[in-house]
């Protein structure tokens, strides 16, 4: 048996059996050797390969983050899966049963009639689901294939594409599409990359190798998301993933505990570090924060720690320490070692969390006023029933020092120099429950020093807030001087433009348009929305109409609206239009006022998917999301300590997603996201600027005012 060989190796080697004469008279000899190859490999795993056929369910699943014009269709013909254990265990992608099917049946080599099958776990960092089938008749053995070891696959092996969807006979050769391993250790080392031709329907299906052992269980993945849908960009671009088999085996004893009631979910592993830089490849893995409760504080993980190692194997940057911790699930334990101040320390049996195990965000139940470079921060607004109410503080009080939550109760009081975002740092790594202690200047001038016990942020708004004059003391371009003296800054050269205008990207590849309110002030730091039209609404005459609803809650509330134009004929959203939006909030933000605390991605339909993907790809911006009958398909992604995010969802009574809304609601929260959940009385599938929703409205205008809540 031949081992560790490409196809064309083998030819090699069987052309050297051949008579000289034979391989001279033409090349009909190695090409029946690559034939009887490929269908000796493929008859070996056949048996192992189902056919699994869905229904009920979702039809069709949007995405905004897809390139199917925003959505993708399922519950309508088969897909693939591969045998695991020979008791009636079988393993497909978890794409095949993102839209939730009621009945799943298995066309199984060697049996007659389909089985029926359930869902009993589902790999959430790998997007796996195992099958049990639950009629197999007493004493059936079904076979089960050899893994191939990973040690043994290198990049240019044979790796063929199998899938059984294309016949209605059980036992007749499956699909096949040959190519090669193109890389390995991708997305994050949890997978192999192949450019044999990988679609839906071979999802789930195994990558084989020509001795027919199974490579792996092709997926479809992305580096950047997650979910079931994520990597479905990848489709048709000569590009495919296979998760390896020899890591399925490692972990199904776990995944096997699972029942159709109580199934199985793998989770990944969470160490709640985040570095000081993103550079992926060229700034040293420094951690800038550790996340409250997470594994990394358990462990004694600091700010400023440099990661050397990961279970023994150094490290030089983010990338590869994404790579050595990417496969790893919750419960798992990992080995560190770093360098804090010139010391090397190894840090053992770190046991990974989940990133549900954050910590809701501390609240102490203020607003702050706005562009005050004076020192401290003034109160504008305390919420009813806060924990700032409950210390008695009051509008016009103004904090003046603070001590971290994270210090000793004897530390001293710090100046807060840096104004309202000096604080919103601080209350960024509290938790609730701890107790902030903090010296108050009351508004008849007397200082005061108190210890208030944070609580979490509401998921209400306040019916009435403060005349949004009140929110800004107009000095956004006034800066704190030397000992105290403020400096004014340079006013701008000409006065920017008002009103909607139309604007291009640099490269005058991508559309986009800008409403700033006529009674602009560069004093005043302006809240961005960013609107993502629906499905098929990306006309000029479609964002005027969503502008002129708009107009005066811009006008009265200091909001600057960006209306980002999706490309296609059909009006839908991809992944690759997220550059040129955040570049023009980029642009926005170098010409206008911004305070970027207040920058929100609000969309309808496949937009509102649009801001979710906008929200966690792009969170050094975005800082909220606002969404009207849309929903996520996958989990959140973790919360990231120093880049809050905050939700606002809003459906409809009578809208079809209604349940699904309702579902994402949940998942956020079960994150730990701050979240408000708004369903309509009266209103279907529609926007909320109409005779339905205009309360809600008034109330999306003011979250966006109290974003910077403290």
Not at 192 to 221: F, I, M
Not at 253 to 267: D, F, I, S, Y
Not at 527 to 534: N, R
Not at 633 to 654: D, H, I, T, Y
């Amino acid at each position: 048996m031949i081992r560790n060989t490409s196809l064309w190796a083998v030819a090699a080697i069987a052309a050297l059996l051949v008579p000289p004469g034979a391989v001279r008279a033409g090349d009909e000899s190695l090409d029946e050797l690559q034939e009887k190859a490929i269908k000796a490999a493929v008859k070996k795993v056949a048996p192992c390969v189902v056919k699994i056929e869905t229904s009920g369910g979702l039809e069709v699943i949007r995405s905004g983050a897809g390139p199917r014009a925003g959505m993708v269709r399922r519950g309508v013909g088969p897909t693939t899966g591969v045998i695991v254990s020979a008791d009636g265990y079988i393993i497909s992608s978890a794409f095949n049963f993102a839209n939730k099917p009621t009945t799943i049946r298995v066309a199984i080599p060697g049996l007659k009639e389909r089985k029926v099958a359930k869902v009993v776990a589902t790999d959430q960092t790998r997007m796996l689901t195992l099958l049990k089938v639950i009629d197999l008749p007493q004493g059936t053995k079904l076979s089960v294939p050899e893994a191939s070891p990973k040690k043994d696959m290198q990049i240019g092996l044979t790796a063929i594409a199998v899938g059984r969807t294309l016949t209605t006979e059980t036992d007749a050769i499956p699909s096949v599409s040959v190519g090669i391993i193109s890389a390995m250790e991708r997305i994050w080392g949890k997978t192999v990359q192949t450019d044999a031709k990988v679609s839906p329907t071979n999802y789930g299906g195994p990558l084989v190798d020509l001795e027919g052992r199974v490579q792996g269980v092709l997926v479809p993945a992305s580096p950047q998301a997650e979910g079931e849908l994520a990597g479905f960009e990848w489709y048709d671009s000569g590009i495919g993933f296979a998760v390896p088999l020899e890591d399925i085996f490692a972990v199904l004893p776990r995944m096997k505990k699972g029942t159709e009631k109580v199934p199985v979910v793998l989770k990944r592993g969470y160490l709640g570090i985040y570095m000081r830089s993103t550079d992926m490849f060229e700034a040293v893995p420094t951690i800038g924060t550790v996340a409250p409760g997470a594994a990394g504080e358990k462990a004694g993980l600091k700010p400023g720690d440099v990661i050397k190692a990961v279970d023994g194997k150094e490290i030089e940057n983010y990338a590869q320490m994404l790579h050595r911790l990417g496969s790893r699930y919750e419960g798992d334990t990992v080995n560190l070692k770093v360098l804090r101040e010139k010391k090397e320390i190894d840090i053992k049996n770190i046991v990974l969390g989940s990133p549900e195990q954050a910590f809701p965000q501390a609240f102490l139940g203020v607003l702050p006023v706005r562009d005050d470079p004076a020192p401290g921060v003034e109160i504008r607004y305390v919420y009813p029933k806060s924990p700032a109410e409950a210390a008695k503080l009051k509008a016009g009080d103004r904090i003046m020092k603070v001590a971290s939550p994270l210090a000793p109760p004897a530390a001293p009081l710090v100046p807060i120099t840096r104004g309202r975002d000096q604080l919103l740092g601080l209350m960024e790594i509290a938790r609730p429950g701890q107790q902030l202690r903090i010296e108050v200047r009351r508004k008849g001038g007397k200082s005061q020093v108190l210890t208030v016990k944070l609580g979490e942020i509401p998921d209400t708004v306040p019916d009435k807030l403060p005349d949004p004059e009140k929110a800004s003391a107009k000095k956004a371009l006034v800066k704190p001087g030397v000992k105290g003296k403020n400096v004014k800054a340079p006013a701008p050269a000409k006065k920017p433009e008002t009103g909607l205008m139309k604007k291009t990207t640099p490269a005058a590849d991508h559309t986009y348009w800008v409403y700033v309110p006529d009674n602009y002030d560069p004093n005043i730091s302006y809240s961005v929305m960013v609107w993502l039209h629906p499905m098929g609404k990306n006309k000029e005459r479609d964002i005027e109409d969503f502008v002129s609803s708009w107009t005066n809650f811009c006008d009265d509330n200091n909001i600057i609206l960006i209306c980002p134009q999706s490309d296609n004929a059909r009006g839908t959203w991809t992944p690759g239009e997220a550059a040129f939006i955040n570049q023009a909030i980029r642009s926005v933000s170098a010409t206008y006022t911004v305070d970027v605390r207040r920058i929100v991605a609000h969309g309808m339909g496949v937009g509102g998917e649009m801001a979710f993907y906008l929200g966690f790809q792009a969170r050094a911006t975005i800082r909220a999301v606002a969404t009207v009958a849309a929903h996520m398909n996958s989990n959140p992604r973790e919360k990231v300590v120093n880049q809050p995010l905050s939700f606002f969802l809003v459906v409809g009574a009578k809208d079809p997603l209604k349940t699904q809304v309702t579902t994402t609601k949940e998942k956020l929260a079960k994150f730990k996201y701050p979240v408000m959940h708004r369903e309509v009385k009266n209103m279907g599938h529609e926007y909320i600027d109409g005779k339905n929703g205009v309360a809600t409205l008034e109330e999306l205008v003011r979250w966006i005012d109290s974003l910077d809540r403290l």
